[in-house]
C-alpha cells in the first residue's frame, strides 16, 4: 500500500484565491510527522510546513496551513492568496517514528499553476 | 539555517564514463545523509542511506556496484555513477537530518545527462 497518496496531479488557481492540496498517508505507528515541500523549475526542495502526529493543532507559516485530521489520516496543505510564484510542484511526505534519521515517503506530487 | 551543498548542479557524461556526485554540510555535522532520484514528472525515490565511517544501506532494487556512496567524514557524502548510461540520466539530491520539525535539509540537485 501506498505510505503517501497525492491524488491530484494537477491543479489550477487563480491568483489571490486559496488552494487545497490533498494528502492522505498510511501507517501503524503512532508518532510521525508529516511534511510539506515545494519544488520549482529549478529542482530544490523547499520545506513549507511540519505537522507531528501528537500535535493538537494545525499547523500554520505564513500563507501556508496543514489541515490535519488524524482519524481520516488527511494532511492537506492550504495555501491562501496564491501568488504567481508558488507555481511549482507540490510534494508531501511522511516520516514514520520519532526519530528523524527515519527514511521519508513522497507522494507523488501535485503540480500547481497559479494563473493570473 | 543548515546547508547542504551540492555540485555539481548539472553534468553531461558518455556513456561508460563515471560520475561524481558531492553533498557537503556547510554549518552542522551530517552523520546520515540520504540520497535520491528523480525522474521528470516522478517524485523523489529514494537510493541510499549512507552513514558516517560505515557502508551505505542500499534500498531494493538499487545497484550497489553502479552506485557508489561514500560518506568518509561527517561533512561530506559522494555518489558516484560508474559506467553511466543513458537511463541513468536523472536528477540526483541528498539530504540531511536536521531537526524533528524540520525534516530534511535538501542540497540543490544534480541533473545528469549521460550521452
Known amino acids: 500500500a501506498q505510505k503517501i497518496t497525492q491524488t491530484q496531479p494537477g491543479m489550477f488557481v487563480q491568483e489571490k484565491e486559496a488552494v487545497t492540496l490533498d494528502c492522505t498517508y498510511d501507517?501503524?505507528?503512532?508518532?510521525?510527522?508529516l511534511f510539506w515541500y515545494k519544488q520549482p523549475s529549478s529542482g530544490e526542495m523547499i520545506f513549507l510546513i511540519y505537522q507531528g502526529s501528537y500535535d493538537e493543532q494545525n499547523a500554520t507559516e505564513g500563507r501556508y496551513s496543514l489541515n490535519f485530521q488524524k482519524a481520516r489520516k488527511s494532511a492537506n496543505l492550504v495555501i491562501s492568496a496564491s501568488q504567481l510564484g508558488d507555481s511549482a510542484m507540490y510534494f508531501c511526505?511522511?516520516?514514520?517514528?520519532?526519530?528523524?534519521?527515519?527514511?521519508?515517503?513522497f507522494g507523488s506530487g501535485t503540480k500547481l499553476n497559479v494563473k493570473p | 539555517g543548515a546547508v547542504v551543498s551540492q555540485h555539481p548542479s548539472w553534468v553531461i557524461c558518455k556513456s561508460g564514463t563515471s560520475v561524481k556526485i558531492e553533498c557537503r554540510s556547510l554549518d552542522f555535522q551530517a552523520t546520515t545523509m540520504f540520497w535520491y532520484r528523480q525522474f521528470p514528472k516522478q517524485s523523489l525515490m529514494l537510493m541510499a542511506t549512507?552513514?558516517?565511517?560505515?557502508?551505505?544501506?542500499?534500498e531494493q532494487g538499487v545497484e550497489k556496484d553502479k552506485f557508489l556512496i561514500n560518506h568518509a567524514s561527517l561533512t561530506l557524502s559522494t555518489l558516484t555513477v560508474t559506467s553511466a548510461h543513458p537511463e541513468d540520466s536523472s536528477f540526483y539530491i541528498c539530504?540531511?537530518?536536521?531537526?524533528?520539525?524540520?525534516?530534511?535539509?535538501f542540497g540543490s540537485g544534480t541533473r545528469l545527462t549521460v550521452v
Open positions: 511526505a511522511m516520516r514514520e517514528g520519532p526519530n528523524n534519521f527515519n527514511k521519508f515517503y
Open positions: 549512507s552513514n558516517e565511517g560505515s557502508k551505505a544501506t542500499y
Open positions: 539530504s540531511a537530518p536536521q531537526g524533528l520539525s524540520y525534516g530534511y535539509t
Open positions: 501507517t501503524s505507528d503512532q508518532s510521525y510527522g
